[in-house]
């Protein structure tokens, strides 16, 4: 884990302020004009090659950390991703799939102390395995409202997994743990609006930027920015590249020694995408 000294925090009148220029944007289109067949977009295989990034705030203190996109690979036991659409008419339907699954090992220092009578052993090293599962997808309902411009709505699902498996590797020490830990495994479902914007360069080359916030649900702060360009290879088969950004947010009250204290947990995802897009 990396200290960093700042991490993003929005509230969710900032989220609702952040899409009124796209908004704004919309009503200066044209109306769109219905198609009568099916059209398909399949995005896979698709890789998101995220930072996480994340902080926690309450009782006067403040805690960030950051996880590079490389020790998520040299980690990771299993990643499926992949997006399906269809249209026909003003009206598409979507889905979008995002599972990771990382194991890692490590060990911990030895730590002795100088007594009266010789050596003390505090505690002996410990390995540690740590077993994290992070899912967010997406089942999406959209409209189209312009040629450009598509309205949509839908339910996240996130499901966040963190197991800790702890051995000490010699007996003895006032410190030793031997024990599996759950920190952590969450359920949450969250109403989602946003808008799809699009713009063909030319035959070749296409545009697409969508935004959408968490409007009802679990989670106090939901957000997504979403940009991508693509380049279509033939007929049927594209390639896409872009960024995406995820920011889930919650305010908590725990109970402690002291009475209650108010926390602050900030979870971003954010980095470079690219993906094989078959369209027919």
Known sequence: LQASNTCPHWTRPH????????????SLLQPGVA???????LVFP?????????????????IDFTIPFGDIVDNLNIGIMGELFAEKGNWSYGIKLNYLHTKGESVSDHIIRDGFLGPIVIAPAHEISSDFSLSVNDLLLGYRIHDKVRLYGGIRYLYTRIDLKIRPQQNGGLININRDINIAEEKIFEGIMGAHFHHDFSARWKFNLSGDVGVVGDNDRDFMLETSIVYRISKLNNIAFGYRYLLIGNDITAETDLGPVDYTLDFVEQGPTLGWVFTF
């Open 46 to 62: 698709m890789i998101w090659a995220p930072d996480i990034e994340g902080s926690i705030e309450g009782g006067g203190k403040r």
């Open 35 to 41: 198609q009568d067949k099916w059209h398909y977009s």
């Open 15 to 26: 989220m609702h302020r952040a899409m009124y220029p796209i908004l704004l944007f919309m």
